[in-house]
């Protein structure tokens, strides 16, 4: 139905509608039908105010099959207005008012108007609502409005596939309450217990403003039963338009870390960027790729994506192109290897950067056991070419990403990285530049790591291989440490090595058992084997050993750590002996280098 028959349709309905109140009314005051003036001047100044209101409040325009609460207070204000006006017509023209006479009028035309217009809810909602096969039982864990909404677009068919059949919430006055007839049976903490009693299929969190710690909570409880479990969209992202209202969500693992999302100081990290000059080494692997992300939201004049991968630069650089956010910044792809000396620094000397995050490393612990020399040359040479390079051309600030792995090293990654973190140190003592490093553990998601090659052996059927059952590992998202290693960088004043705030370690066979158990399989099905520790590997990783250990927090989740560093010289010494040894004579001197041996008293 178009907008002009609608319109037609309404405004005729209604005004019978108005002229009918009047009409039987006046007739029920005055059973003698003598139409008097009063009755001309009642119908007129009724119909007329009616009219006029309802083209305004669009009465005749509204889509009364979805009508709301709202809907019908807009019909009784405007039905109660011309009353009211017709009353005053009376009282100025005849000098009286029969109040009976408009009371009347006054609910007629409540139910006149109002009827056909909830007859017409009514059978929407009776017609959206008819029984459906094969649904899928749903309990909603949330009975506040996100809750009310997504029950609403369930029974109005939106969600075609489901059924809800009961309701939980920790608000201890909703219960045995009911909500659009589903009962509130228990708290969060019944949920094993209705799940079981009621067959339930699907548990959907409808509690968008949940915290990290509460989800987690109640993950832990969902997963004693064998329902799917889901969660509704941050209303953020249904407000702007990202997804859908009633777009379920899987839960990711990355919700189950705990971890509250990250403060950070925006006017300090704004002004270390803002309109400068930015260089990122690595910018195409998973860090070095966010931290690009992270500092473009900054509005850099320039961003400088180094990379020796040619397909993750273009990819990067694709990426950053094509977000109309970013439509002013000068984004420059360069292809370059850090161990190549010569090219980084004229690349340094060219685009005069006002700061480097040095992100580009070899990362892979096993890997690197079998290729030393690589690990050696990359991670240690190619940080001191890109650190000598901006210490020359008095760059502003110098950030390099390090690792838990740097901490007392068993493996030739960690040593690297920790004589990266000297090479750094050294420099800092003496350089315009203010050099620092930021230490965390393991990323969530980053290519090659766990979590990606544990989907991967879900997605071919299993089994799930885990080293050992006691292994644990620092975690954090990829987002959230690259925006610390933004903060840290505004925090470095020369030299230090920043230690991020990982939380508590985790267990790789709960990761192991919480992504089989979020891809919708349980472990029986998938199963889990152990092979053993891999070379390289240790049981768990520090993020501090006992002599770097300083308690205080400079900023939330962030802190020094005091560690040492052996003179100019001495340095310059082990480096050189490094290029000089075999393969296994070279594994066994790194990590000695890297633990203090021969140059730590």
Sequence with gaps: MNYQIRYFIFFVLDSLSALSAVFIGYWLVNPSLNFNNSFIISATSLILTYQILAYFLHLFTRIWSAASVRDLWSVSFVTTSSVIVASFCQLILQGTVDFRENLIIWLLLQVLIGTPRVILRIFHEMKSTKPRGNLKRVLVVGAGGAGTMLIRSIQRNQLKEYEVVAIVDDNKNKQHLSLWGIEVCGTTDDIPRIVQEKDIHIIILAIPSLDKMQLKRIYELCKKTKAKIKTMPKIEDIMTGKVQFHDMNEVKIEDLLGREEVKLDMEAISNKIMNKKILVTGAGGSIGSEICRQVACFKPKQLILLGHGEFSIFSIHLELMENPQFSEIDFVPVIADVKDRETIFEVVQQYQPDVIYHAAAYKHVPLMEYN?????????????????????????NFVMISTDKAVNPTNVMGATKRIAEMIIQNLARESDTNFAAVRFGNVLGSRGSVVPRFRAQIAKGGPVKVTHPEMTRYFMTIPEASKLVLQAGVLAKGGEVFVLDMGEPIKILDLAKNLIRLSGFSEEEIGIEFTGIRPGEKMYEELLNSEEIQDEFIFPKIYIGKAHC????????LLSELETLESQELKRHVIDVANGKGWKG
């Design 372 to 396: 030393p020399r690589e690990a050696v040359r990359n991670n240690i040479f190619g940080t001191q070419n890109i650190a000598d390079a901006a210490h020359h051309f008095k760059v502003s």
């Design 566 to 573: 052996p003179d100019e010289k001495r340095l310059m010494s």
